[in-house]
């Protein structure tokens, strides 16, 4: 995999690409790209309790040309690697990559000392926008993944979804 | 007579010259209470009776390499199914063990494990898949993990592993 | 319906059913070579999800491999934690109290519900039905809720320990499960049957489909719904009782034709038996510890040892080979799927592309389990 020249575009907008940031955040259509356990939380995210929906990404397309966020969910090993990466650039600008689960993030519970099949995180030869901690993350945290990246694209947080502080322990009687 | 004992006799006829001694039950019972009390030597090839609640197995078959075909065959006649093939490395006996294990699907239970041991320099036993078709990704697995070869396997390509992997991971010296 | 190929070779292209892929639920790959829309050969490629789980057992302890049992299928995770725990428990001679097992029926059972009713949901789906995905999830949503409260987790349950489980069960869970059977019972005629099972569109697709006979599964080794559906009684909790399956009245669900219904059926009267074997367990639970008392470091004696349960998808069985020491020499894992996945190359043979799919569907694969 060689480096990539990604021109910049031929015309610039100025306030209208706040406009346009606005848009692609809210309506971030998420590529199908379950791998493992994972996968299952990010359906389950898509169903009706979770409803992804709302932020307008319920729309996942199996196609990587017709998406614009590849929420990498499972682990990636090194049969699989090539895949990947061949996903990844078959998606058109402007994309992003959210690493969902420890294997996503750094090969997770299959990092030991005999590993000689699985890709310590998709961090290695793709650019990760958002992490997602977990094993597998719950459906909250997915959504809680999704905000960040809108609030990554448009440059501030949705309103009505204040990041919520961690309680103090022992706070809630 | 239970189906134990049915495919005890049928698998004995592998062991022509055991088959005489092994008519008497009261002695059979004493040799097979002798064959667990000598675990710790080595195993003569033979039939075993097991008991179910401490090993999960009711029959254990010992025998060579080039007559693990002739024990499917038998098992497949008797109605039975491959329900895994393993391999085993004994490192420190510098042998390689593939474990058959046989099971069927009506009312009489009996699992039967089939065993046998390769030299572990050039582990070669001849494929069952032509008896049972099953067994054809269980030896394309064992062989990605060890090496063993199965001669007559119509297809022995890694299943698991890379198609260029020149490695077998579970060998207990595999350093990756 | 399978016709005979009647083109050339050179009339033949190879299409590649890749890795990613909405309907093959994972990753997997099949190779196929295609006549138009007839398949000619059908190979699957798998190995893209093989996470090392028999090595990663070998280089630690008994108890450090629980985490792996529930990653390898994770929809019914808590059946091959049950079956792990039966082999070890087995090989070291732990004696298990009453009060776990039928702790460890119960949580089993919904388990199985909840890996039944995602099944369904992604079948439906894969022909086309987007809406009966919403349902089933939402019932499954109420089985996690429960699980969670006693387990901790939602997905990947690491709730057996040898020799009993990690946390009691309390008067919430019971009611809870209490009320969730009833709500379930009354759903499943109304939503699930009415509205999907007697759906002329999926009887058109899936009757007759992938037609599997009892000797196939016998020579491939196939067991679980896919050989119960082809006519065979065969469920180890019945023919090789294990726990305390005894002491519950349940029938076992067995179809004659061997198509892609016949499994459907199979899978969708599991749903409802083990509702009454939950009910039964509920009535008889009784009071007692939680946790047998076992070696912290445990080391079973030398030896092979093999244990079977029934997970959603068939036999899940395991082999252990004990050196005597605090790792395990070697952990084989057998895994339905990887059985019932290797009839796929002959069944599969001049079946319609979009029929082929149905049949796997019918399959129920769950890949990280096939690859370990």
């Not at chain 1, 848009?23 to 971030?28: E, T, W």
């Not at chain 3, 009453?98 to 995602?118: C, D, F, M, P």
């Not at chain 3, 089985?143 to 901790?152: A, F, H, M, N, P």
């Not at chain 3, 109304?190 to 016998?218: A, M, P």
């Amino acid at each position: 995999m060689g480096k990539e020249n990604v021109p910049s575009s031929v015309i610039q907008f100025a306030a209208l690409d706040t406009l346009l940031n606005l848009g692609r955040a809210n309506s971030l259509w998420p590529m199908t790209f379950g791998l493992a356990c994972c996968a299952i939380e990010m359906m389950c995210t898509g169903g009706s309790r979770w409803d992804i929906s709302r932020f307008g990404a319920e729309v996942f397309r199996p196609s990587p040309r017709q998406s614009d966020v590849m929420i990498v969910a499972g682990t990636i090993t090194k049969k699989m690697a090539p895949g990947v990466k061949t996903l990844y650039d078959q998606m058109p600008e402007p994309k992003w990559v959210i690493a969902m689960g420890n294997c996503a993030i750094s090969g997770g519970p299959f990092k030991f000392k005999g590993n000689y099949n699985v890709v310590e995180g998709a961090d290695q030869f793709l650019p990760v926008d958002v992490y997602i901690p977990g094993c597998p993350p719950r459906p909250e945290a997915l959504l809680e993944g999704i905000m960040v990246l809108e609030e990554k694209i448009i440059g501030k947080r949705r309103k009505s979804w204040p990041r919520r502080q961690p309680e103090k322990i022992g706070s809630l009687t | 007579m239970s189906m134990i004992e049915k495919t005890r006799e049928a698998l004995l006829s592998l062991y022509p010259d055991q088959v005489a001694a092994s008519d008497d039950p009261e002695k059979k019972e004493e040799e097979s209470a002798q064959e667990e009390a000598a675990a710790g030597e080595e195993r003569q090839p033979g039939v075993m009776i097991t008991d179910y609640m401490t090993r999960g197995t009711h029959l254990d078959l010992l025998c060579e390499a080039d007559q693990v075909v002739a024990a499917a065959e038998i098992m497949d006649r008797l109605g039975y199914f491959l329900e895994a093939i393993s391999g085993v490395d004994r490192i420190k006996e510098k042998k390689m063990e593939v474990i058959y294990d046989y099971n069927r699907s009506d009312e009489q239970a009996c699992r039967v494990v089939v065993r046998a041991f390769l030299p572990r320099e050039k582990p070669e036993i001849p494929t069952v898949s032509e008896v049972f078709p099953a067994a054809s990704w269980h030896e394309r697995e064992t062989h990605d993990f060890f090496g063993i070869r199965f001669t007559g396997h119509p297809y022995l390509v890694p299943l698991l592993l890379p198609e260029d992997a020149d490695f077998h991971p579970l060998l207990k010296d595999f350093k990756p | 319906m399978s016709v005979p190929i009647t083109c050339r070779p050179d009339e033949t292209f190879v299409l590649n059913l890749g890795p990613q892929h909405p309907a093959t639920h994972g990753v997997l790959r099949v190779k196929l070579t295609m006549d138009g829309e007839y398949i000619v050969k059908a190979e699957p490629v798998l190995g893209y999800i093989h996470r090392m789980h028999e090595k990663m057992a070998e280089a630690g302890t008994y108890a450090q491999f629980m985490n792996n049992t529930a990653r390898m299928d994770y929809l019914h995770a808590l059946a091959y934690n049950h079956g792990y725990c039966l082999t070890v428990e087995r090989a070291a001679g732990i004696e298990v109290p009453e009060r776990v097992e039928y702790i460890r029926v119960i949580t089993v059972e919904l388990n199985r519900i909840s890996s039944h009713l995602l099944w369904w949901a992604a079948f439906v789906l894969d022909l086309g039905g987007f809406t009966p995905l919403l349902y089933a999830f939402d019932d499954r949503e109420k089985i996690l809720d429960l699980l969670e409260s006693v387990t901790g987790s939602r997905l990947t349950y690491c709730y057996f320990r040898f020799g009993g489980v990690y946390n009691d069960i309390d008067d919430n869970f019971i009611e809870g499960t209490r009320a969730f059977l009833t709500r379930l019972r009354s759903r499943l005629p109304r939503i699930y049957h009415d509205l999907v099972t007697g759906n002329i569109i999926l009887r058109k697709r899936i009757e007759k489909i992938g037609v599997v006979s009892k000797e196939q599964c016998r020579r491939y080794g196939a067991t679980g719904p896919v050989l119960r559906g082809s006519g065979v009684c065969y469920d180890v909790r019945r023919n090789e009782p294990y726990s305390v399956y005894p002491n519950f009245d349940f029938d076992v669900p067995v179809y004659e034709e061997g198509d892609s219904m016949a499994r459907y059926m199979v899978r969708m009267d599991e749903i409802e038996q083990s509702m009454r074997i939950i009910e039964q367990a509920l009535d008889q639970l009784p009071e007692g510890p939680i946790q047998a008392k076992v070696p912290k470091i445990l080391k079973p004696p030398e030896g092979d040892y093999y244990g079977a349960v029934e997970a959603a998808r068939g036999t899940f069985g395991c082999r252990l080979v004990s050196d005597g020491t605090k790792t395990p020499y070697r952990l084989k894992l057998r895994s339905p799927t990887y059985c019932n996945l290797s009839m796929f190359g002959e069944i599969a043979e001049g079946m319609l592309l979009a029929d082929a799919l149905a049949f796997m569907g019918s399959l129920d694969l769950v890949i990280p389990e096939i690859d370990r």
